[in-house]
């Protein structure tokens, strides 16, 4: 049965209320006609009148309830199209969108704008989470190696890859005495130049020797033509894409990495480069200071051992000099006694030997204190003057001739003199001139005569001498 049925059932039934009461109320009266006959039509249509609104009522009631119904089955048909597309975000489908049987637009905008942020939030992840694992993958490779050259071949092979390029160089930074630093390159992977890859460059040259120079990183979207060819298993083509990052640490750039690609790179991706580029080069960095320490301490070592050979043989020259120094002592002690004997010697030698010393020609260089107590000049009147100063007229020419002839071929001379003094007086000497040779050529005559006193004595001498010099007739 139909509600409104119902309700028109039970509006019938409270309606025949009415002609209950009002047989009840004839049964009590028995006058007023009229009342009668008015209060019997009411009656008899009352219960038609209640069921009528009854029915009313209840067909109302019916279609609020169907509406009610009807509502609640489309909330949760809205229901069901939030939770699909929620689920669908949850399992990471952000291709889902919002039916367009949902009836709250607004509601689906939030919808769709919370979804694009939830996939700018998913990308920022998946790249942090790429550039963390890359940064960590290198940082293992920077490890692995000591050797600078073996590195930089696997560190641009890694970022080639890493970052889906299809080329890639480095150019370490070469400094050279007294010159200009330049960049040589030090590894390329894939690399193939239109002839002949350039190995060095001057800061400011092309695009490298730029990227040096003003320390900053050169994203070119239009590569210069004839710059470079990708080689790959389809043939040579000129890439679309290229990064060159300086290798920088401290705003000190240690060289130049160069990354070619037919497609464009990332920002994210050339940022992951930069950051790399800068782990590669406090390396570098790490790696140079680590050089200078091991050279300096390598020369540190040297000069040790230097100065360890040096006092060693300081130690065996102080040695050697203080052997030398006593050598020396006992040698001066020995010469202290030479000396004095000489000393002595001359002494004695001076109070009985003439001496005197001449030059090549006979000028007098030397003259003793017994020569000039004798001749009656000073040193002062005989030094300068010729030997013949003293010579007495009586002496014969040929005497002398034959003492030069003898003294000049090197030989000593012997012979009795008479030579006159100062006041013309003479005085007898027996004379020895010796010639003194050095370097094979006579450079001066030493002197030495005896004083003969006795003039008899001295006369019989030299007779006997002339005799055997056969000039025994110069002095009858």
């Given amino acids: ?14 309606g025949m209320l009415c002609p209950l009461l009002l047989v009840a109320q004839r049964l009590g009266e028995s006058h007023n006609t009229w009342g009668k006959t008015a209060a019997n039509g009411l009656a008899i249509a009352t219960p038609a009148v209640c069921a009528a609104g009854a029915f009313l009522a209840g067909r109302k009631i019916t279609r609020s309830e169907e ?20 689920g669908s975000l949850d399992r990471g489908d952000m291709r889902a969108q919002v039916s367009n049987d949902f009836n709250d637009r607004k509601i689906a905008a939030q ?8 996939m700018a939030e998913k990308e920022e992840e998946a790249r942090r989470t790429w550039e963390t694992r890359g940064l960590a993958s290198f940082g293992e490779l920077l490890r692995a190696t000591t050797d600078l050259s073996h590195l930089a071949d696997d560190v641009v092979r890694f970022l080639v890859k890493y970052v889906d390029g299809n080329q890639g160089s480095i150019f370490f930074l070469q400094e050279q005495p007294d010159e200009e630093p330049v960049l040589t390159l030090a590894a390329c992977y ?27 990183t050169i994203v070119l979207h239009q590569v210069p033509k004839d710059y470079i060819r990708i080689t790959s298993g389809l043939g040579t083509g000129a890439p679309g894409f290229i990064a060159i990052v300086p290798l920088k640490t401290n705003d000190q750039v240690n060289g130049v990495l160069e990354i070619a690609s037919f497609k464009k790179l990332s920002n994210n991706a050339v940022k992951f480069l930069e950051k790399a580029a800068e782990a590669f080069s406090s390396v570098i960095q790490s790696m140079k200071t680590n050089d200078h320490v091991r050279t300096l301490l390598e020369a540190s070592q040297r000069q040790t051992e230097e100065l360890r050979s040096q006092e060693e043989e300081m130690r065996q020259n102080m040695e050697e000099i203080q052997a030398i120094q006593e050598q020396m002592s006992r040698q001066l002690e020995r010469n202290t006694v030479i000396r004095h004997a000489l000393e002595a010697r001359e002494k004695v030698l001076g109070l009985t030997t003439i001496l005197s010393e001449s030059d090549v020609f006979g000028t007098i260089l030397f003259a003793n204190d017994k020569f000039c107590e004798l001749a009656q000049y000073s040193q002062e009147e005989l030094i300068g003057k010729p030997h013949n100063l003293i010579r007495h007229p009586d002496m014969p020419k040929e005497i002398f001739r034959q003492m030069w002839v003898e003294i000049k071929a090197g030989n000593a001379f012997h012979g009795i003199i008479k030579n006159r003094r100062k006041d013309g007086s003479h005085y007898w000497v027996d004379s020895t001139i010796v010639p003194v040779i050095e370097d094979g050529k006579i450079v001066k005559y030493i002197g030495a005569r005896y004083h003969i006193k006795d003039d008899d004595v001295a006369e019989k001498l030299f007779f006997r001498q002339m005799r055997r010099m056969g000039l025994l007739d110069l002095v009858r």
């Fill in 1 to 14: 049965m139909k509600t409104e049925q119902k309700w028109a059932v039970i509006g019938l039934a409270i």
């Fill in 111 to 118: 919808l769709d704008g919370y979804k694009t942020k939830l």
């Fill in 190 to 216: 894939a690399y193939e130049r239109k002839k002949h890859m350039t190995k060095t460059i001057a800061p400011g040259e092309g695009l490298v020797g730029q990227c040096y120079f003003e320390k900053e």
């Fill in 67 to 86: 509406r009610f119904a009807q509502q609640i089955d489309n909330d949760r048909k809205q229901w069901f199209m939030l939770d699909d597309f929620i």
